[in-house]
């Protein structure tokens, strides 16, 4: 069957990169992307597909039916649609006709690997005689890029009946073609943070009859940075960033109000949890020593993407035998970046596998950069390993339910440490 998946995909080359091409000059922000689902949807119904659009908000989804047990234990495969607001720099013919936003994120490759594979299925389904059992559900979600898309088609119920996902995420610092793996933590938690600083105005030179807001707001973005090498178990990463700053009304009066934003990430559940709380304390006894006092608002966004043991290890294998073992990429560390496909495996297992992207020999531009560029040769390597990692999760029934002597309980899996000196 994997010589029948490459011819058609190979059929397909020619078609995939167009489709890419299109997407990529018509880039659309999240929540906005109308013109690319009705794109996606004419495209999935000319192949037979019915499909369902404005699910999440600007969403599509499309089913590929199954045979004997048509409406349970189905199989996701999500793709994301969404651009940014990024000004397009890069010199190529299908550079974003829309000024200001473009996909700077490979979203379009996404969609393009996900079509892809639902042509490839449906004409498996069409053309030979080996049914899937159950349904096969293509998830084609918006507005990744604000960690709200996912909630979205969730609260939408995609993913009802739902026992597996697979995803894919493009990579520029892979070659072009090859296949990242890892298992257990991929992608870290995302969360936004405000903390309101308020203080009393004064007059710039008598500092000591205010309360200065922008130095107290000073005092506690230091110590936060300080704070986590000493309070944070260094084996559980954490990262707090503050993006902006505003406050002050001119600069001889001294602020009463700061307003700081930005955003807190961690790999791992404990870290994670304790997050919140350890913010607001340090905030709210440096404001307290200093006469301040302050508010702490965090949302929670999205959580580590943990991709399962058995399905990572069935995309691997499927990837070897379709690409050779020179092809694919173990991960080592995951990264400290953000997926909302997090909202997806935190009800289900699922794994997302990186798609590298990278032109060899060169300096690659990373993702969410204004010169960032794919390798268009990388179309099919992705297209063939998510439609054949599909038809063989089919072929296995079961393969979530296997005993692993070799694999740890636990869902975050750690390299082994040295004996400590």
Known sequence: MLSTIQKIAAKLQPRLIEIRRHIHANPELSGQEY???AYVSGILSSHGFQVQEMVGKTGVVAELKGKTDPDQNILAIRTDMDALPILEKADIPCASKSPGIMHACGHDAHTTVGLGTAMILSELVQTTDIPFPSTTRFLFQPAEETSQGAKWMIEDGVM??????????????????????RQGPLTAAADDLEII??????????PHEAVDAIWIAAQVICQLQQSISRTINPLHPAVITIGQISGGRAPNVIADQVRLTGTVRSLHADTHALLPDWIEKIATDICHLHGATCTVKYTRKCTSVLNNIDLTNLVASCATEALGRDRIQWIADASMGAEDFA??????????????VGYPNRKNPPLHHARFEIDESALIAGVITMAYSAYSYWQKPGILNQKRLNAPESKDIDTPMPLEI
């Open 343 to 356: 909202n997806y495996t935190d009800i289900v297992p699922g794994t997302m596998f990186r798609l590298g």
């Open 160 to 181: 009802q009946d739902v026992k597996a996902i697979l995803g894919v995420h493009v990579f520029p610092s892979i070659p072009a073609g090859v296949i990242g793996l």
């Open 35 to 37: 013109k690319t689902a």
């Open 197 to 206: 600083i308020s203080g009393e105005s004064g007059h710039g030179a008598r």
